[in-house]
């Protein structure tokens, strides 16, 4: 992918950085390995460094995001490009960068800090390490959380968050000193109002995996087209993460639009498809339906009204338990009959969507730390938890998909290795796209199909 610099985003506009700044400035690479990261890692690479230079360095993988998804993102960075995870440990040294950010899942996370640990080696002129979390933690909490341990800084997104997340490192003897109270870095926006100007907009946020079956899209689909049916005079708007055959976070093997095509009728008039960033759909938006999404927190946050549905249950599958005492969930029966959910406020405040103080001050700490860290003149050596010692069963599978053998090193023949020449760097590069693109194929069209047919 050429280099390319994205758009300005709504939420980070006043917090971004001019593709000229200063020579001085901090220097930040953020690598993503999918597009709700890389808002993630971005913004928050714009909280903790304001003014900071921020190269954006996208993981190739099933989930590179498209240009287009770039763009709803909506985030400004200096330079932006894909790169291998080798190409990544080649470049991510203190001569080219002050501050990493790892806005990936949590393996690459851990292969990253075992490999930058090997290439580095004990020296403290390093960069320092910053990781965390998207959105919502409902599932996997250890799993994510050992994996992201060793980073300098591992940030909590609230205080809910930070308890939980310290209280998993020291259960295991882990150094809980990495982790910082901060909050999500893409709240923000004006505060709910409700306007004449426009129709009463109730906006149904989904999600690219939950819940999973197509029967249960379904029905969340035609109890979205049936509460417009029911009010006429409100708009109702299903909210898109992707088009078919783009990928997200995760896999989204029954695509709404598809789904939408099957419903008898149609659609009606009053309810439509729609994409575009969620902070400029929440600017017009009266009611946030969602199953589990990070949406909540950003409508939340804004005082929208926000309801989170029972109807398939409240499963820790759906991540819907998350809001068990938010005073958000509801059913689209209740919906229908002109339910308004009103949050709790003693628990959207444990969230960190509706803390004391403005939201700004969410980040002070996390500012603190890490100028605290770039201001000493040599940083220790980067110490994940998982060691050959620690997880001799688990680790080397870790590092192996990305290339590293066991010690962190890049594996003999690997991508990894010494610099091709430019004749082998074009075909490396030629045969790399059309294998990703196979690769896409494969796990976008073939593997949904073979899954389908084995649930026959």
Not at 342 to 353: I, L, N
């Amino acid at each position: 992918m050429p280099s390319r610099t994205a758009s300005d985003s709504p939420d980070s506009a006043s917090d971004g950085v001019s593709d000229n700044a200063s020579d001085n400035a901090t220097r930040i690479a953020v690598l993503a390995d999918s597009d709700t990261r890389w808002k993630w890692g971005a913004l928050t690479a714009h909280r903790i460094a304001p003014g900071a230079r921020i190269d954006g360095l996208l993981l190739r993988g099933r989930a590179t995001p498209t240009a287009r998804q770039l763009d709803e993102v909506g985030v400004r960075a200096a330079s932006l490009r894909e790169v291998t995870a080798a190409e990544f440990l080649r470049e991510a040294d203190r001569d080219a960068y002050d501050v990493v950010v790892l806005s990936c899942v949590g393996g690459t996370v851990q292969a990253m800090l075992h490999g930058l640990s090997h290439r580095l080696g004990g020296s403290g002129r390093r960069p320092v390490t910053v990781t965390g979390y998207v959105g919502v933690v409902y599932e996997k909490l250890a799993d994510g959380l050992l994996l992201r341990h060793g980073a300098d800084v591992v940030l909590a997104n609230s205080a809910h968050d930070a308890e939980r997340f310290r209280a998993v490192y020291e259960g295991v003897g882990a150094d809980a000193g990495g982790v910082v109270e901060c909050a999500l870095p893409f709240l923000g926006g004006e505060p709910y109002r409700e306007s004449d100007e426009r129709p009463y907009t109730v906006v149904f946020a989904v999600q690219p995996s939950v819940p999973a079956s197509r029967a249960d899209r379904e029905y969340l689909l035609r109890r979205a087209a049936g509460h417009a049916r029911r009010h006429p005079d409100r708009e109702v708007l299903v909210k898109l993460r992707s088009r078919p055959g783009e990928h997200t976070t995760h896999i989204e093997e029954q695509p709404y639009q598809k789904l939408a095509a099957r419903i008898p009728g149609g659609l009606p008039d009053n309810c439509r498809l729609v994409y575009g960033h969620m902070g400029e759909v929440l600017d017009r938006t009266d009611l946030l339906v969602t199953v589990s999404s990070t949406a909540a927190l950003e409508s939340l946050h804004r005082g929208i009204p926000t309801a989170v549905l029972t109807d398939l249950g409240v499963r820790e599958a759906l991540g819907n338990h998350h809001f068990v005492g938010s005073g958000c969930l509801a059913s689209w029966d209740q919906l229908d009959s002109g339910l308004l959910p009103k949050a709790d406020p003693a628990w959207t405040a444990r969230q960190g969507v509706a803390a004391d103080g403005p939201y700004e001050a969410a980040f002070d700490a996390a500012r603190e730390r890490v100028a605290d860290l770039l201001a000493r003149p040599a940083l220790p050596p980067i110490t994940p938890y998982y060691t050959l010692a620690t997880a001799p069963g688990y680790l080397p599978g870790i590092l192996a998909r990305h290339g590293l053998d066991p010690s962190g090193a890049p594996r003999a023949g690997g991508e990894a290795g010494r610099p091709a020449s430019g004749l082998r760097r074009a075909v490396r590069a030629a045969v790399r796209d059309a294998a990703r693109g196979a690769y896409r194929h494969g796990v976008q069209r073939v593997a949904p199909v073979i899954r389908r047919m084995g649930e026959l």
